[in-house]
């Protein structure tokens, strides 16, 4: 026999939808704890997070790999906006207004020239800078423990790090007297690094000469000018202009028998003299860190500027004999990268 079955009523129908929304909810909530909050944002058709970036190189590609490492994945659960500014600093501003425009949720920055004109740019968007010298001179931060607005990051200048590279070409370049050092007036990283140069190249019976350079079309005169002043050897530091152009300085000071000291490892596997400094690959890959952070509702106020705890000397033989230098053993001994 059959029996039968009565028809559910309306409000039992009504109860058994809202059981079965709530496990759904509960469902997709768990499995969603175990991903990144950008790829939650994609759920429903919710556009995916946007990252900014002025000025893309390779060296950004440790960059993308950190925060591939940290789950995400281009144009599944993040994108990013690309501006180019080469450097000059009213392009600057203009591609951080056009990125805070759009807008992004993160805006990220190498150096402080670019990292003064997302400031500028907005007052809201995150902002995670990288290398900057002095971010609280500068005025980006508040400190370094708690940056107090919308900037974060992290910094590539450490104690005695300016000295420490003059006392190494010092004792790499025999009669060394003059040294010339290729900066950008607008980049306060740059200003700061100056103003160290100043006590530390006299306290070591040197003499330094002081090349500026705001623009790409200054290039040319710059050097001429710093030729003129028959230097012994030359400083630079990785500022966005100055990177523009590190192929013809690397020629350039080849070319005129100079031996120079750069920032990163990059500089010397590039065919330059030396290096020494926070490894710049590694605060790239630092920031990514700093984006899954606020991409996770950390506010940047409240996320520590970090300052390097590695330094690598990095020298090039093979330039070195294409200079007639000899690189004292000491000197070898203490490097973390020798090219030859």
Same mark, same amino acid.
């Given at each position: 026999?059959r029996y039968?079955?009565?028809?559910?009523?309306?409000?039992q129908r009504?109860?058994?939808?809202?059981?079965r929304?709530?496990e759904?909810i509960?469902?997709?909530?768990?499995a969603?704890?175990?991903?990144?909050?950008?790829?939650?944002?994609?759920?429903g058709?919710?556009r995916?997070?946007?990252?900014?970036?002025?000025?893309d190189?390779p060296i950004?590609?440790?960059?993308?790999?950190?925060?591939?490492d940290?789950?995400?994945?281009?144009?599944?659960?993040?994108?990013?906006?690309?501006?180019?500014?080469e450097?000059d600093?009213?392009?600057?501003?203009?591609?951080a207004r056009?990125?805070?425009?759009l807008p992004v949720?993160?805006l990220?920055v190498?150096?402080?020239?670019?990292?003064r004109?997302?400031?500028?740019?907005?007052?809201?968007?995150p902002?995670?800078?990288?290398g900057?010298?002095? @971010?609280?001179?500068?005025?980006f931060?508040t &400190?370094?423990?708690?940056? #107090?607005?919308?900037?974060? $990051?992290? +910094?590539?200048l450490g104690?005695?790090?300016v000295?420490?590279r003059?006392?190494?070409?010092?004792?790499?370049?025999?009669?060394?007297?003059?040294v010339?050092?290729?900066?950008?007036p607008?980049?306060?990283?740059n200003?700061?690094?100056?103003e160290?140069l100043?006590?530390a190249?006299?306290?070591l019976?040197?003499?330094?000469i002081?090349?500026?350079m705001?623009?790409?079309?200054?290039?040319?005169?710059?050097?001429?000018?710093?030729?003129?002043r028959?230097?012994n050897?030359?400083?630079?530091?990785n500022?966005p202009l100055?990177?523009q152009?590190?192929?013809q300085i690397?020629?350039f000071?080849?070319?005129?028998r100079? @031996?120079?000291?750069?920032?990163?490892?990059? &500089?010397?596997e590039?065919g #330059?003299?030396?290096?020494? $400094?926070a +490894?710049l690959s590694?605060?790239?890959?630092?920031?990514?860190?700093?984006?899954?952070?606020i991409?996770?509702?950390?506010?940047?106020?409240?996320l520590?500027v970090?300052?390097?705890?590695?330094?690598?000397l990095?020298?090039?033989?093979?330039?070195a004999k294409?200079?007639g230098l000899?690189?004292?053993?000491?000197?070898?001994a203490?490097?973390?990268a020798?090219?030859e």
């Amino acid at each position: 026999m059959r029996y039968a079955v009565a028809p559910a009523s309306l409000g039992q129908r009504m109860q058994v939808n809202r059981l079965r929304r709530r496990e759904f909810i509960t469902l997709l909530g768990g499995a969603a704890v175990a991903r990144p909050r950008a790829a939650r944002a994609q759920q429903g058709g919710v556009r995916i997070p946007r990252i900014g970036i002025i000025d893309d190189a390779p060296i950004w590609d440790h960059f993308r790999q950190g925060l591939h490492d940290l789950g995400y994945i281009e144009g599944r659960n993040i994108a990013f906006e690309y501006r180019s500014a080469e450097g000059d600093f009213d392009r600057l501003r203009q591609a951080a207004r056009e990125l805070a425009s759009l807008p992004v949720n993160v805006l990220v920055v190498y150096g402080s020239s670019a990292t003064r004109a997302a400031r500028q740019a907005t007052s809201t968007i995150p902002i995670v800078m990288i290398g900057v010298g002095d @971010p609280v001179r500068a005025r980006f931060v508040t &400190n370094l423990a708690r940056p #107090g607005g919308n900037v974060t $990051g992290t +910094t590539n200048l450490g104690p005695e790090l300016v000295g420490k590279r003059i006392e190494i070409l010092k004792e790499c370049v025999p009669g060394l007297a003059r040294v010339a050092f290729l900066w950008n007036p607008d980049n306060d990283s740059n200003l700061a690094f100056l103003e160290e140069l100043i006590i530390a190249v006299p306290a070591l019976g040197l003499q330094l000469i002081s090349v500026p350079m705001r623009t790409s079309g200054e290039y040319e005169g710059a050097f001429a000018a710093m030729m003129q002043r028959q230097p012994n050897a030359f400083v630079t530091q990785n500022d966005p202009l100055i990177l523009q152009h590190i192929g013809q300085i690397i020629d350039f000071v080849a070319e005129h028998r100079l @031996p120079a000291m750069y920032q990163a490892k990059e &500089n010397v596997e590039a065919g #330059g003299l030396m290096a020494y $400094g926070a +490894t710049l690959s590694d605060l790239f890959t630092r920031s990514a860190w700093y984006v899954h952070r606020i991409l996770q509702g950390a506010k940047p106020a409240d996320l520590p500027v970090e300052q390097p705890t590695k330094f690598e000397l990095s020298i090039n033989l093979k330039t070195a004999k294409a200079l007639g230098l000899d690189i004292p053993a000491t000197v070898l001994a203490r490097a973390d990268a020798v090219i030859e």
